[in-house]
């Protein structure tokens, strides 16, 4: 399966020199991380976050880092998916003060220390694993999680400059499928996150037009090809929010190696009834998700209004390959979402 969008095999920068108008040369997708995401001016529109998830059975966890200009947010999140209980602590910061993300991610340490939540996200340099550190309380109880999400040699991610305009665009880099090891401890229990636990990684730079609206949705697993092999696989799906732009961020992710899926999927669900299953299919991909907890979630702060149905479950169906196998998945865990937003 080819795509027709272009391949970047070198560093870029995401945009002119003045920091505010998309750099033609950035325009593209890569296997890795390549763009550096030089934004400068246009307070108010500027889009910076680092979004990590662990699938790790009926046990999620979460941790957001952003800066949307107007409002920073520092945020841990757990959900026991069987129990259809969650914990975790959520912190706004006006004008994200304290909130600092580099121009080229994994560069630095992220850190947050305020309001009850102390935050750190570092990356190896030289093994590229990458360590959550978070402590808070919740219901009188201290709470801390401790997570490491490997990154195998050689394994790939989506990386892709999605441009609406010269003016708006957006740089995201999507890992899945990434192993992930730790523990979350609330007071006086302590949950594994493994053995088969997997890692997921939602970079995001860019400048964004007020309204907007998307579907995402990843995973990862175990599946099977015809001769009765099995492979990992991550899946990594987009939706509305790339229409007409000419890029995507849709691909698998087979034993490390991307193919990157350059079509529009078709997502059928019911906003309404978010835990019905989802379809999604298209450019190779038939899958069906069957969600087992709804997070429903919505924030009303004047400027920025968002709402969003993040349902987490299993995903069933097959994937092809840009060599053409074709793998079935058997309820892989994973998520899917739609997101609408003011901001």
């Not at 399966?1 to 020199?17: G, Q, R, S, W, Y």
């Not at 080229?104 to 750190?120: E, F, I, N, W």
């Not at 350059?262 to 997502?267: F, I, R």
Request: hydrophobic letters at 35%; charged letters at 25%.
């Amino acid at each position: 399966m080819a795509t027709h969008e272009p391949e970047l095999t070198a560093p870029v920068d995401l945009c002119t020199p003045d920091g505010k108008r998309l750099n033609p040369a950035a325009r593209g997708w890569s296997r890795r991380p390549l763009h550096r995401a030089n934004l400068r001016g246009r307070w108010g529109r500027t889009k910076k976050w680092d979004y990590w998830g662990v699938l790790a059975g009926d046990l999620t966890v979460a941790v957001t880092y952003a800066d949307v200009d107007y409002l920073g947010l520092a945020t841990v999140w757990w959900a026991d998916l069987a129990a259809g209980r969650t914990g975790g602590k959520d912190v706004t910061v006006p004008l994200a003060r304290g909130i600092d993300l580099p121009d080229v991610p994994a560069s630095s340490t992220l850190r947050y220390d305020g309001k009850g939540v102390h935050l750190t996200i570092a990356d190896d340099d030289e093994t590229g694993a990458t360590t959550i550190d978070a402590t808070w309380e919740e219901d009188a109880a201290p709470a801390r999680l401790h997570v490491v999400v490997d990154l195998p040699a050689g394994h790939d991610s989506l990386n892709v400059v999605i441009p609406w305009s010269d003016t708006t665009f957006q740089y995201t880099s999507k890992h899945q499928a990434r192993p992930a090891h730790g523990e979350l401890t609330v007071g006086s229990t302590v949950r594994e996150l493994g053995p088969d636990a997997w890692g997921v990684l939602d970079v995001g730079r860019g400048r964004w037009p007020y309204v907007t609206n998307w579907n995402w949705g990843g995973g990862a697993g175990r599946a099977i090809d015809a001769a009765g092999t099995t492979h990992t696989v991550g899946l990594q799906l987009g939706g509305k929010w790339t229409v007409g732009t000419g890029f995507t961020e849709n691909g698998v992710i087979v034993d490390g190696r991307l193919t990157k899926i350059g079509t529009e999927l078709d997502w059928d669900y019911d906003w309404d009834e978010p835990m019905k299953p989802w379809r999604v299919t298209g450019g190779g991909v038939d899958l069906t998700f069957t969600p087992a907890y709804d997070k429903h979630t919505g924030v009303n702060a004047i400027v920025l209004r968002t709402e969003v149905h993040q349902v987490f479950g299993r995903w069933s169906g097959t994937v092809s390959t840009d060599d053409g196998t074709t793998l079935t998945l058997d309820a892989i865990q994973g998520f899917a979402e739609e997101s609408r937003s003011r901001w």
